[in-house]
């Protein structure tokens, strides 16, 4: 293990989310190679930021090698190897994600620039802020030299909640439940797929056996659960979505489990008939830092009809945001 510190991007750092998830990275949960943070925030924020700070310093934590905070995108990103893109409006109740996106774009393209001058040649891009996908497509737009595999959204958070919303059903433990896989936007219009996933080794379709409670309940609680959320705390998903950011980094660059897979959104080679380019949710299989495609599932009609209408819902958000002049 490199003792040299791993150096993180948080922006939005002062927000709910980099509250639950600074502490997380600083204490270790990316492993044992201490890591240096560096935080961005809006020049307003900056004060409540130095609070975290102070808080940070507090924890000793061991692994915590150093934090730098600031409101200059490129002085923060300088040499990072990871960049958690945070920092983005939450949406409010009765708000669809999709709604943010003329608040937030913009964000995206000049830290898509700021990232493609600075930052480390082993740069990996996770971005969590809403609309997710769209704001990951904006960033890597932006940023023409690093390489389009560097860049995935966070749909990480719905994984993890088809995952427990399985494991509710059937009475198995979250860990019998793998090969869960969220395919295409992280939205409204998402496609959680039991027909891939197993509980204990056996087909997840089977083992309910339930198509009503599959496409009526279990489909749209996972797909609304962060409206859901927003309605009964007043707030959007943050530790959940910060533990979910920490998930996604770790097994990004140390690894998914053997003979499992996780959800992430990539951008699309064109497979599953996925608009090439888009950044869409696929399975993946990670290894030191890279990914891929988990190639060769077969789709059936009821599936396929999902995938394309997400698909579809990307493909009218990279419009709006090509219009908008954001890419
Ligand atoms: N992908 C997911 O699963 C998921 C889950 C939950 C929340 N989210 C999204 O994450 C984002 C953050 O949520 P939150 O609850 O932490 O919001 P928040 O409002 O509590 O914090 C956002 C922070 O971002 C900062 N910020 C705004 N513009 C910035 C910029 N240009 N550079 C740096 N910082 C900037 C704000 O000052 C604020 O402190 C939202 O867009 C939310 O919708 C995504
Ligand atoms: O739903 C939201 O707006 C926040 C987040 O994307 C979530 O899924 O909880």
Redesign the pocket.
């Known amino acids: 293990m490199s003792s040299t510190p791993l150096k993180i991007a948080v922006?939005?750092?002062?927000?709910?989310?980099?509250?639950s998830l600074l502490f997380r990275l600083a204490s270790g949960a990316l492993g044992d190679r201490p890591v240096e943070l560096r935080l961005?925030?809006?020049t307003?924020?900056l004060k409540?930021?130095e609070g975290v700070v102070m808080e940070l310093d507090d924890c000793a934590f061991p692994t915590l090698a150093g934090v730098e905070i600031g409101?200059d995108?490129e002085t923060i990103f300088d040499g990072v190897n990871l960049a958690l893109l945070?920092?983005?409006?939450?949406?409010g109740p009765g708000m669809e994600?999709g709604d943010?996106l003329s608040a937030?774009g913009?964000?995206f393209t000049?830290?898509g620039k700021a990232l493609n001058k600075v930052a480390a040649d082993d740069v990996r891009i996770g971005?969590?802020?809403?609309?997710?996908n769209t704001?990951a497509l904006i960033a890597m737009s932006n940023a023409p030299d690093i390489p389009r595999e560097r860049f995935s959204?966070?749909?990480?958070?719905?994984h993890n909640r088809a995952i427990s919303q399985l494991a509710a059903k059937t009475g198995a433990p979250v860990t019998d439940i793998t090969k869960m896989t969220i395919w295409g936007n992280?939205s409204a219009t998402q496609y959680p797929d039991l027909f891939h996933a197993e509980v204990a080794g056996r087909n997840a379709a089977e083992a309910v056996g339930d198509q009503d409670w599959l496409e009526n309940t279990f489909i749209p609680t996972v797909a609304k659960r962060?409206a859901a959320i927003i309605e009964a705390r007043g707030?959007?998903?943050?530790a959940?979505?910060a533990s979910?950011?920490i998930d996604a980094a770790r097994d990004w660059l140390h690894g998914s489990a053997e003979g499992d897979w996780v959800s992430m959104a990539v951008v699309s080679d064109g497979s599953y008939g996925v608009q090439e380019g888009l950044i869409s949710s696929f399975p993946v299989t990670t290894s030191n830092g890279d990914w891929s495609i988990v190639q060769g599932l077969e789709i059936d009609d009821f599936s396929r009809g999902r995938i394309d209408a997400s698909v579809a819902e990307l493909a009218d958000e990279k419009a709006a945001v090509t219009e908008l002049g954001l890419i």
């Open positions: 922006t939005g750092a002062a927000g709910q989310i980099g509250y961005l925030e809006i307003p924020a409540a930021l409101d995108a945070v920092g983005a409006k939450p949406r994600r943010l937030n913009a964000i000049a830290q971005v969590t802020g809403n609309p997710a704001n959204a966070l749909t990480r958070l719905d992280h962060g707030s959007s998903s943050a959940s979505a979910a950011t």
